[in-house]
């Protein structure tokens, strides 16, 4: 006997290029239509990001201000003419009078952004300027003493992924941690492994490189700094050393991302001291790559 319902489409294993535009209008609306248009829209994000690296086009810079007011500007990668006349502003979805918008991270040309009250966190493409808001419980976040959210992509399931790192302090000073991961295609939040329990959060920006999340941690509140990763792929940590010059970089080390390498920055009176680790999680490839002034 013949079924009613038609055959369920199959996904060849040479995803087509679909426009950065079209990409981004389907990947935020077409929820409701299957798995099948949600997972062909993250993989074209995906190519469309590589075709773009590769082609050096669509290639914008986003430049984030916060100051008095959070705004957003983009403007031409390879442009000869001013950033004064080529920028250009965008709206933020999820601005907010009392509260400043911070960059949790970035992928594919995908942001995660959330107001600085951790009240209001979303997923948004610049390019249509189209946005997706993540629902969590907000008895969650009041309770804790510190909220930072993060943002990548799962190569192993073709999935974008948030990842939201809370602190709790107790009355006699002891520190306890929660993460959860929310995950695009299932629309839903699952807790995984709290952090070590030596690691505090330092509050550097977190990045996403080949499916983890890189952060700076000082173990037990001391004066030296290791990074900690979170692979989104097994949700396991792993850690490993900053550069020997940056054992001890205060006042101002930060972790960032160039070239497809994870780079440390030492900043001091003199300059900031910029590292790159050529092997991801190899110790002995920290190289200096150079000196600004």
């Not at 209008?25 to 798995?35: I, K, N, V, W």
């Not at 629309?187 to 709290?194: G, Y």
């Not at 780079?263 to 001291?273: D, E, L, M, T, W």
């Amino acid at each position: 006997m013949a079924s009613n319902s038609s055959p369920k489409p199959k996904l060849s294993t040479t995803t087509p290029y679909i426009p950065p535009e079209l990409c981004g209008r389907h990947s935020f609306t077409a929820y409701a239509q299957g798995y099948d248009v949600i997972h062909l829209c993250l993989r074209s994000l995906e190519c469309h990001h590589q075709r773009s690296i590769q082609t050096s086009s669509f290639c914008s810079l986003l430049i984030h201000s916060n100051n008095r007011r959070t705004n957003f500007f983009s403007f031409p990668f390879y442009d000869n003419d001013s950033i004064a006349k080529r920028a250009i502003k965008l709206e933020l979805p999820l601005r907010h009078r009392r509260s400043c918008t911070d960059r949790a991270g970035n992928c594919h040309g995908l942001l995660c952004i959330a107001n600085n009250n951790k009240k209001d966190v979303a997923l948004w493409n610049p390019s249509i300027q189209r946005f997706k808001r993540i629902s969590f419980s907000l008895s969650e976040i009041m309770e804790s003493e510190v909220a930072r959210f993060g943002f990548g992509y799962d190569s192993a399931t073709d999935d974008y992924k948030v990842v939201r790192i809370m602190e709790f302090r107790t009355s006699n000073g002891f520190c306890s941690s929660e993460v959860k991961v929310y995950g695009l295609k299932s629309n839903s939040w699952k807790r995984v492994q709290n952090l070590p329990s030596n690691h505090r959060y330092f509050g550097s920006y977190i990045h996403c490189l080949n499916s983890a999340l890189h952060w700076l941690t000082n173990p037990d509140l001391g004066n030296t700094f290791i990074i900690l990763t979170l692979d989104l792929v097994s949700e396991k940590y792993h850690e490993f050393p900053t550069p020997e010059d940056g054992v001890h970089a205060f006042p101002l080390p930060g972790l960032t991302a160039l070239g497809g390498c994870l780079c440390f920055i030492v900043n001091n009176k003199a300059g900031s001291h910029v590292w790159a680790m050529k092997e991801c999680g190899v110790t002995k490839s920290w190289v200096m790559l150079f000196f600004l002034n």
